[in-house]
């Protein structure tokens, strides 16, 4: 028996990395999960991988697109028949540069990925959840959304933030119809995504990719990089029923990076 015995959770972009990590948690723990993603291909791979297929779906889409993002929760529910939680994970920033450098197109972009898609996919979700009488929402921050001391990320700390503030919105609007919203703040890690585009970061800042990871592994208490699986702990925590009590924290998973 485990703790989601039942539970239909919704993670977007959850082919691979931390949404793959979470993914696997609230499979491991009974839940039926749906994860969404851009590319048909790395979620047919994701699915035989995982080999459950009677727990397991998934939906292409692209989390800029408001239409697409909502079809994602009507997905869920047409699949399962309900939609307990919802894990917003999808989110990135591109066009990295000092502020006085910073386009346009990056900064809407960060906004877009990260605060418009958990926007979208939160409001679709709720009045589900809310005739049911439960839910959880489980926001993907990062310790960048506690702090600002990285440059030629700001789009991406700005974004992080203003998800924090949205979490701790929806915690205090949703709180007495049985429904917790909380984000979790990771430090780094070394997915597939920080492969991709670490190098180009690192480079924007003047050191290697390897210089760029010891840093972050330097800044953190216990010396390392976190893991998938120690996200994926912190989302069954929050998901199941010892996280009832549990509504509009930021819950850090950064081994002791930020001070707050």
Request: charged share 20%.
């Amino acid at each position: 028996m485990g703790t989601l015995d039942g539970k239909v959770a919704l993670v977007t972009a959850g082919t691979r990395g931390i949404g793959r990590g979470i993914a696997e948690a609230l499979l491991a723990q009974g839940a039926s999960v749906v994860m969404t993603g851009r590319s048909p291909e790395k979620g047919a791979k994701a699915l035989a991988e995982i080999g459950l297929t009677d727990r397991t779906a998934f939906l292409a889409g692209d989390a800029r697109d408001k239409d697409e993002v909502a079809g994602w929760v009507a997905g869920a529910v047409e699949r399962f028949g309900r939609l307990d939680i919802l894990v917003n994970n999808a989110g990135g920033s591109d066009g990295f540069a000092l502020v006085h450098e910073l386009s346009d197109e990056a900064w809407d972009n960060a906004f877009t990925f990260i605060v418009d898609s958990a926007f979208w996919a939160t409001r679709a979700a709720l009045p589900v959840m809310l005739e049911q009488g439960s839910g959880r929402v489980v926001n993907i921050s990062s310790v960048e959304g506690k702090m600002g001391n990285k440059a030629a990320v700001s789009h991406y700390i700005s974004a992080k933030h203003a998800m924090n503030g949205f979490t701790k919105a929806v915690a205090f609007e949703y709180g007495q119809q049985g429904i917790t919203s909380n984000a979790i703040c990771p430090g780094a890690i070394e997915t597939d995504l920080m492969v991709e585009v670490g190098p180009s970061f690192a480079a924007e800042t003047g050191v290697t990719y390897e210089e760029y990871k010891a840093d972050y592994a330097k800044d953190a208490a216990i010396g390392r990089l976190n893991t998938v699986e120690e996200v994926g702990a912190m989302a069954v925590l929050l998901a199941g029923p010892a996280g009832g009590g549990i509504t509009g924290a930021l819950l850090n998973v950064d081994g002791g990076t930020s001070p707050f």
